[in-house]
């Protein structure tokens, strides 16, 4: 016989508080939104913990996170995951298994009901929604006995194989749908998409030539005092070079690509120092801040803090604006992101570096393409780590890396032929996207059916 329960009846909120001490290895667990459960996100040092009031967990409790629950970002928290740590945004409940089946609950979670419920318990603006505790556990629903619920699973789990082999499949066509996005860029960057071209066009001038020229346009400028003297740059050894270049190829280092000027839009690569005291209130006399938002999503529009222009004359180094390149240094590292022309001119916060490129030498596409392809991987180990923790560092950027500039030419003939191709694996993920669609669909079809009492019609 079913009956109706708030979810407070069978959910309890439990709050095992702790301070992170200094010496002790903590784990630190990460929700995934859409139903991706509970996972290890890393295991870290107390001191390099900031919030030293934490909450530990224990395996078989639910999770849900305050910010994302609408998302579908909650969980069965594994055994794994015992005694793991969490912030006061992530909330932990135990489940009261005399009136409601574990695996039943983990199925029910899935159902389009239960993301419904936590929609309608979070409240505030669009992009700051909570859940609200209160409502979500006062919610109601209608609960089998224990043995209708393991009936259900029981049928769930028969009626679902054909959804779970859509499910597999979808998993690895994206996965080979990376891999051949990767494969593309990385034919790229090593030449290969050019390699009956360079046949038909052996006396294109080398890329060798084209850094020469400039390094004589930068020690004019140097001597009319137009732009500073730099440190020398190191010599590249054979232990920095990945892979063997094409002809008229050559290796090189970020800064002998860089913009030559004293225009503090044109210079990098630089980082900033910005402070709270420094932010203000949107207005006509403020200037967008860029975060790290902003490289990750490749969105100039994101963003919510704001600078006094009175602030501008000791940050002209850290302006950016169109056509300079953003650079993730710390947590997500190595994304990039060109600001388009109509990007405002801003200030870059610490979590980036900018760029702007000798577009003389290189085109702004083929070293996006070849910093993905290449370099983001590269300085991603690198903060793994002890001598460098995030990409924060200035002279990392101009001494560690080294990359392929091809000629002139041919990087205009390799940005076509990668959109080229790019364009048909849009089309193959498109197609990806509908199936996985499709997919969702079928998996509530089926949540549905196996969790319709068959009793007393009740869908839960």
């Known amino acids: 016989m079913s009956r109706e329960f708030k979810i407070s009846d069978f959910l309890k909120r439990i709050k095992n508080q702790i301070i992170i001490d200094d010496s002790t290895t903590y784990k630190r667990v990460t929700i995934s939104g859409n139903h991706k459960g509970v996972s290890l996100r890393d295991e870290v040092l107390g001191s390099k913990i900031g919030t030293k009031k934490q909450f530990t967990i224990k395996g078989g409790d639910f999770i849900l996170s305050k910010i994302d629950a609408r998302n579908g970002a909650f969980g069965i928290i594994p055994e794994e995951l015992n005694k793991a740590i969490i912030t006061g945004n992530f909330w932990t409940y135990s489940v009261d298994t005399n009136l409601i089946d574990s695996e039943w609950f983990f199925y029910f979670t899935h159902s389009y009901n239960f993301i419904q419920i936590c929609i309608e318990s979070s409240t505030g603006s669009t992009h700051r929604k909570y859940l609200d505790e209160k409502v979500f556990l006062n919610h109601k629903i209608i609960l089998p006995e224990i043995e209708e619920q393991k009936e259900m699973v029981k049928r769930y789990k028969s009626s679902s194989a054909i959804s779970n082999n859509l499910t597999t499949e979808i998993k690895s066509q994206k996965k080979h749908l990376s891999n051949l996005k990767q ?5 790229a960057i090593q030449g290969k998409l050019t390699a009956d071209w360079r046949k038909q066009n052996p006396n294109t001038e080398p890329a060798s030539e084209i850094l020469n020229r400039i390094k ?4 004019q400028l140097i001597k009319d005092k137009k ?5 020398t740059l190191p010599e590249i050894t054979k232990d920095e070079i990945p892979f063997d270049l094409p002809t008229n190829w050559v290796w090189c280092r970020i800064p002998q690509v860089l913009a030559l000027t004293k225009d503090p839009l044109r210079r990098g690569p630089f980082g900033s120092s910005l402070k709270k005291d420094m932010f203000a209130p949107r207005s006509n006399e403020t200037s967008k801040i860029y975060e790290q938002q902003n490289a990750i999503k490749k969105d100039y529009r994101l963003g919510h803090y704001y600078i006094s222009t009175n602030k501008y004359p000791n940050l002209n180094s850290f302006l950016a604006g169109p056509g300079d390149i953003l650079i993730s240094c710390a947590g997500t590292i190595g994304e990039t992101y060109k600001l388009p022309k109509e990007a405002p001119i801003g200030i870059i916060n ?19 393409m070849m910093f993905k392809s290449q370099l983001k991987g590269q300085v991603n180990s690198d903060a793994k780590g002890s001598a460098m923790k995030n990409m924060g560092s200035v002279k990392y950027l101009k001494n560690e890396l080294v990359f392929g500039l091809p000629p002139y030419k041919e990087q205009q003939l390799i940005i076509e032929k990668v959109k080229l191709l790019m364009q048909k694996s849009t089309a193959l993920e498109e197609e990806i996207k509908t199936s996985e669609a499709n997919a969702q669909m079928l998996m509530q079809a089926v949540l549905k059916e196996a969790f319709e009492s068959k009793q007393e019609g009740v869908v839960i």
Not at 183 to 187: K, T, W
Not at 227 to 231: A, D, L, S
């Open 183 to 187: 494969s593309i860029l990385q034919e």
């Open 216 to 219: 004589s346009v930068r020690a």
């Open 227 to 231: 732009i500073k003297k730099e440190k």
């Open 350 to 368: 610490q979590a980036l570096l900018k760029i702007r490129l000798n577009n003389h030498v290189i085109l702004d596409d083929f070293f996006l």
